[in-house]
């Protein structure tokens, strides 16, 4: 299948748009440079009850930004989402609409986790930065009016990477209670050999070469790759790990290491629902109020929160906070 009509426009004004130069031709601020701008064409988000951020010290001290979204001023759920580029390029204004309309639909607080970025700050950094973020949201967000509200992980590309290596580590440390996964199109492997990989349709704007020097950038020692915390499909064990929601894009050098994991999830016991977005490429959930597919798989995503939300609800031992 060809990619569909709105994705093959998007590609075409992309590609007269570019410059000479390819992204992995590019340093980090160069990159960043030639990438910024795009968060001008998803427009406003809804308005929210609050949108606020705060710092949140690092496990090394330093510190980085959340920006909390609450649509009301009583959230069914929260979901604390890491956004996508690489683990270099992306920031809080590339992915405020998302987080708005994700919170609007669902009625859940969306913590957007601006983690800090590779080269600048590489692997664990960013996941470190991943599991104090969830920390944080645990504590400040998720405890309210004497209860703990449904916690959830999610993000795009490496910032699914982020969520599901987060949901393991929860499950290791037996806290927070993750409740659910969300991953769409996410880093799980750095095996640059699979099919999706060397498909030349697949050669989008996140390429071979891209994601190449994407790790490069993130973990620049090749050793550290097959750190689980690095690349969550060589953890020993999935068993014991929440509910997943998995989307994968038909055209997405991701696509084959996505299903995977999905594939890997769902023989270690663990609820899975997975779904490939035929005709479409990588990145297309971020690009909110330009793809169409991006739409929908929006609206399934703030679904399926909204009944992992209903469904931790109806657990009995759903969790109260003491005083």
């Not at 496990?59 to 890491?82: I, K």
């Not at 950038?217 to 998995?246: C, E, I, K, M």
Request: with cysteine; charged share 20%.
């Amino acid at each position: 299948m060809s990619f569909d009509e709105a994705t093959s426009t998007f590609l075409t004004a992309a590609a007269e748009n570019a410059g000479d130069r390819p992204l992995w031709k590019m340093s980090a601020p160069q990159a960043r440079e030639a990438t910024s701008g795009l968060d001008e064409l998803y427009g406003p988000g809804p308005e929210m009850h609050e949108a606020r951020d705060h710092q949140v010290v690092g496990e090394d001290g330093g510190e980085f930004t959340v920006r909390v979204l609450l649509p009301s001023p009583s959230p069914t759920a929260v979901v604390v989402y890491y956004h996508g580029g690489g683990w270099v390029l992306e920031n809080l204004a590339g992915y405020d609409t998302l987080g708005r309309q994700l919170a609007q639909k669902t009625g859940a607080a969306v913590v957007l986790v601006e983690y800090r970025k590779a080269p600048e700050h590489p692997f664990p950094i960013p996941v470190d930065d991943a599991w104090a973020g969830v920390k944080w949201a645990e504590e400040n967000v998720a405890r309210r009016n004497g209860e703990v509200l449904p916690l959830m992980v999610a993000g795009d590309s490496a910032g699914a990477n982020l969520a599901a290596v987060v949901a393991q580590r929860a499950r290791d440390e037996r806290s927070p209670a993750v409740q659910a996964q969300i991953l769409v199109c996410p880093v799980t492997d750095a095996d640059f050999t699979r099919d999706s990989y060397l498909a030349s349709e697949n050669q989008t704007l996140v390429s071979l070469d891209a994601m190449k020097w994407f790790w490069d950038q993130y973990a620049p020692d090749a050793s550290d790759r097959s750190n689980p915390a690095a690349t969550p499909l060589n953890a020993t064990s999935l068993a014991g790990l929440p509910p997943a929601l998995v989307i994968t894009a038909e055209h997405d050098v991701l696509r084959d290491e996505g299903e995977a994991y999905a594939h890997a999830l769902q023989k270690a016991g663990v609820e899975v629902e997975h779904h490939r977005w035929e005709g479409q490429m990588h990145t297309f959930f971020s690009l909110v109020n330009i793809l169409p597919g991006s739409a929908e798989a929006i609206d399934l995503v703030a679904q399926r929160i909204r009944n992992f939300a209903r469904d931790a609800a109806a657990q009995p031992a759903r969790a109260t906070v003491t005083t």
